[in-house]
């Protein structure tokens, strides 16, 4: 963390399967208590959006996430996404239709708890809902952003970003960009099928 401090930079610790749950959160408020005590001693600080140089990822299809904003320290970065791991009824919820009430209830509790969130999804419905709460709320530009995938579901971002709000675009690289890419697809078949359309369309429009 320190390193990237003295960069400018923001990490985000990203999260897998229930299994890691608990300890990738524990490393998060570990991580962001040691990184707001050196910035209230005047240390360097990283340039992610909301002000803290580190932030975490929550799945709102797990039955814990809820209890697990409650627990979050004040003004935490999240990036709230559904979820992709296939994880069983005990630990996840199964039906779509309540996943996605979930994450509205989730978007909501870290706004009540003054987070910045990303709100990570693809979803017609939930990008309108969640556009929709933000209204409600006249939440400041500065205090969420919407992220998406480079070329999945573009006409979709580039009408939220005229709508005037935060959009920021996800693209893996580095050397191993393949591999972490098929591995992400094979994990959620949706993503998938929308980065196969957005590449035919393109296909079709060259």
Same mark, same amino acid.
């Given at each position: 963390?320190?390193? &990237? +401090? &003295? !960069?400018? %930079?923001?990490?985000?610790?990203?999260?897998?399967? *229930?299994?890691?749950?608990?300890?990738?959160?524990?490393?998060?408020? +570990?991580?962001?208590?040691?990184?707001?005590?050196? /910035?209230?001693?005047?240390?360097?600080?990283?340039?992610? =959006?909301?002000?803290?140089?580190?932030?975490?990822?929550?799945?709102? #299809?797990?039955? !814990?996430?809820?209890?697990?904003?409650?627990?979050?320290?004040?003004? =935490? %970065?999240?990036?709230?996404?559904?979820?992709? #791991?296939?994880?069983?009824?005990?630990?996840?919820?199964?039906? $779509?239709?309540?996943?996605?009430? %979930?994450?509205?209830?989730?978007?909501?509790?870290?706004?009540?708890?003054?987070? $910045?969130?990303?709100?990570?999804?693809?979803?017609?419905?939930?990008?309108?809902?969640?556009? /929709?709460?933000?209204?409600?709320?006249?939440?400041?530009?500065?205090?969420?952003?919407?992220?998406?995938?480079?070329?999945?579901? +573009?006409?979709?971002?580039?009408?939220?970003?005229?709508?005037? *709000?935060? @959009?920021?675009?996800?693209?893996?690289?580095?050397?191993?960009?393949?591999?972490?890419?098929?591995?992400?697809?094979? +994990? %959620?078949?949706?993503?998938?099928?929308?980065? /196969?359309? /957005?590449?035919? @369309?393109?296909?079709?429009?060259?």
């Amino acid at each position: 963390m320190t390193r &990237a +401090e &003295a !960069r400018g %930079n923001f990490v985000r610790i990203d999260m897998e399967d *229930h299994t890691c749950t608990t300890a990738t959160l524990d490393l998060y408020r +570990e991580a962001l208590a040691g990184s707001r005590t050196r /910035a209230a001693a005047g240390g360097p600080t990283g340039s992610g =959006a909301g002000g803290d140089a580190v932030g975490v990822v929550l799945q709102a #299809y797990l039955h !814990r996430t809820l209890a697990d904003i409650a627990a979050l320290p004040e003004r =935490a %970065n999240v990036r709230l996404c559904k979820g992709i #791991y296939v994880e069983p009824p005990s630990v996840a919820i199964q039906d $779509y239709g309540k996943v996605r009430r %979930n994450f509205l209830a989730c978007l909501e509790a870290l706004l009540d708890r003054g987070a $910045y969130v990303g709100i990570a999804t693809h979803d017609d419905y939930l990008l309108r809902e969640s556009a /929709a709460m933000i209204e409600r709320r006249d939440l400041a530009g500065d205090r969420y952003e919407f992220q998406m995938l480079l070329g999945v579901t +573009e006409e979709r971002r580039d009408r939220l970003a005229r709508a005037g *709000h935060r @959009v920021r675009i996800y693209v893996p690289y580095g050397r191993q960009w393949y591999a972490y890419s098929t591995r992400r697809l094979r +994990e %959620n078949p949706q993503i998938a099928g929308h980065v /196969a359309r /957005a590449f035919f @369309v393109r296909l079709l429009r060259g």
